[in-house]
């Protein structure tokens, strides 16, 4: 129970009790900071309408919005309030969006939607109904009203813009606010996500499913293996049509409520007509429904059958023409449709004629933009609809203005879906115009993508991030047109972009899926310089990704090919990329010479170009190197320049890394507690980044400084924790050297038998990618084990070791230790075997 208080008190105490202020909350509203103001201190009460939108951005809960809603507009005592608690639970994870309007009507389809869902044995509910019936709408208010019911978080899907199957699980992970990482398949990830985070009942809304069913069964086998997997999930779906699926309820939408003609003088009680109005008042606020008005309000209402999408269309008119004019409109579209045009279906002749009725009244400018307007997908800014579509600020305030254009509180524009396939069919029917319109589209997204490549390096990195995540289905139209009609130097100009986009969001997957496709095409054509350079880029960029997934020797060979392109062109600027990261890659394979060799190189193109990214990275790598060759002195001060020139840059994806791979050189420097606070400063960047890969690395760093400084017990910890970071999202080299550390950890530790099950896990990791300076450090591990009970075989394996090229020099003094402590097994002779013959012997 709560103490009493006067409406305005109460609500700045919820308002602060959510962490909101008074600027935030009016956002939510949708209304000015003066409102708000005005409430607080008692000096008004909200209208209608703003109290059902302070009743959604109060996160009210559902069983207190009625007497909510009667306070607030004086039909109840202030003290009723006592029943309701200004102070907030603790929050519902969602991020259902607060619609700009209250819904109207359609209590008894939520009472409906309720009472299937709160039966234990439904757990998904198709909402179906023609377009434009509002099932998005009512999808959204159920969601919004029903969190009380389920703890575990009630996540809202927009699918309308998806355009394949493969991108509902990124939507669905996004919903989630969960980032993919690693080379383990997206579903998978997203699956091992749910599993650990979803342990109370929570609700997933997946909206405007109908174009992603056809003829592949990806979307409806995904919905069963989510039913199947998390018995705690239930579904709500809207679609056009039902899914199909055993255990699937189905909830049909039909049209608002529409009055009997005895009921006129009480019109404004029924949905259909008082949605009207209300559309009607946001376009006339001075609008009256007079007893003139009511016969053809009545009519309008019949015609469109309620169809929400086609009344506030119709509404939007009210600023220009009559009730009765609008229903003559309409009625003549109507017998034109019935006679003209018979392959429209009946049930969807209402919402046509209402669009073609506003498609004849706007002017041929305005049709002309509406029709371009819709080539965009997921929405546009105003800069996107001048470039593209013509669109100048006076042209879209007044298709906003007629309901055939949203504009969300940020400023940004997009069509309904319905509205925007019938702006679509127009646009296909001028070719060279659509044509025109997607060439137009895919420049200025490719366009848009380049400009944000030194984002993506930079301190604006995790903004850049937001800002494309936005555009996504605009930047995947783009790139998909490009390739298709071989926009060369449009996609060369992006394609670092797109890589550095994928490789920093974790889509490890979809980003070399997506470079596969421009390689595809690049490599069936005769290519000049320019798109050897495009080729090169793409390959270099592709190499990458593969290197974060963990795919060594594939990763290898992009790079390899790239830059034999590149060469072939003399593409100094891009060779650097290629040479740089071909470089660091075959230091980690213990190809140390040609590693210095390749960076160095990179490193004098970088400096050319006065790339200060890649100057750092090569700097860097070749301290690393350094380091690794046993001079840590010098490589020291090579990767603390380097990783100066990253924090100068300011990328923080970079300087994580950097501070991550200066661990080794620390702890042999004996810079314990430098690797530690290192270690947490970066632990710090990769949470704020959502890097899992970059937050697993120094996790595994944090365990080998407590490792040299002694901690053991808190070394194994660290360890456990990066694999348990790492999960299933990652492979190949970054497991094989965590377990391998773990290992060394618990030999230290007393427990020699853990620790030898450990050190052969780790090399069977080790071989399965064929990294030869990891495969010698583990078996440094297993000699020392040996040692005790075959001193002849250990020493053989240390003989090894010793005579090896990619011998670390830690691994390398760790054998020559050990060879002093039992000198008189050690071989002299060269060893008998190669390293890969030892290590398949051991691991039969």
Known sequence: MSEDLPFGLWLK????????????LADRVGCSLA????????????????????????????NERETFLQIARRLKSDVGLASVSPIVSPPVKTNVPIPPTPLIGRESELDGIRHLLANPECRLVSLTGQGGIGKTRLGIEFAIRQRDSFPGGVYYVALA???????????????????????????????????????QPALLALDNLEHLLGESSFATDLIAEILQRFPL????CTSRERLNLQGEWMFDLRGLPVPPLEHLDQMEEYSAPALFVNSARRVNPKFQLTDVDKPALLRICQLLEGIPLALELAAAWMGMLTCAEIAREIESNMDFLATSMRNIPERHRSLRASFDHSWRLISDAERDTLSRLSIFHGGFDRTAAEKVAGANLPQLSSLVSKSLVKRNESGRYSLHEVIRQYAYSHLEKDEP?????????????????????SKLKSALQQTAMREMTAELDNLRAAWDWGIKNKKIESLGKSVRAFGW????????????????????????????AQANKTLGACLTHQGLLYFRSGQFARAQEQYDQGISVLRSVDAQSLLADALIFSGALKHLNGDYLEAKDQIAEGLTYARAMKDDWFTAYGI????????????????????????ALFRKVGDPHSISLGLNFLVDTQIALKKYEEAKASMRESIALCEQTQNRWGKGTAHRYLGLAMLADGQYDDARD????????????FEGWDIAITLAYLADATLLSGDEAEAKEIYLDSLRHARRINSAPLMLMNLAGLAQLESRLSPSIAAGWLTLILSHPAATQETRQRAEELCARQRQHIQTNAPCHSLEEVVDAILK
């Open 501 to 528: 986009y994928y490789e920093v969001s974790g889509m490890i997957r979809d980003g070399i899926a997506q470079l596969e496709l421009l390689a595809l095409v690049l490599n069936e054509q005769e290519r000049d």
């Open 620 to 643: 860097y790598n070749l301290g690393h190197v350094d380091s690794l060759m046993g001079d840590c002195q010098n490589g020291y001060d090579q990767m603390i320049e380097g990783l």
């Open 35 to 62: 409102t708000i103001e005005k409430i607080e201190s008692e000096e008004r009460r909200p209208s209608t309408q703003i109290a059902e939108l302070l009743a959604d951005a109060l996160e009210i809960p559902t």
């Open 718 to 729: 660290c360890f456990h924790k990066s694999l348990e970071v790492f999960g299933e999202y």
């Open 13 to 24: 105490k919820r308002r602060k009790a959510l962490d909101l202020t008074q600027s935030a």
């Open 161 to 199: 813009s998806i355009n394949s199957p493969d991108l509902i699980v990124p939507a669905i992970a996004d919903a989630f606010s969960f980032s993919f990482s690693g080379p383990l398949d997206p579903k998978e990830q997203l699956f091992n996500h749910l599993a650990r985070t979803v342990n």
């Open 433 to 453: 115009c659509c044509h025109q319109t997607c060439d137009r589209h895919s420049d200025f997204y490719l366009n848009f993508a380049a400009d944000y490549e």
């Open 233 to 236: 999930i239930k579904i709500l």
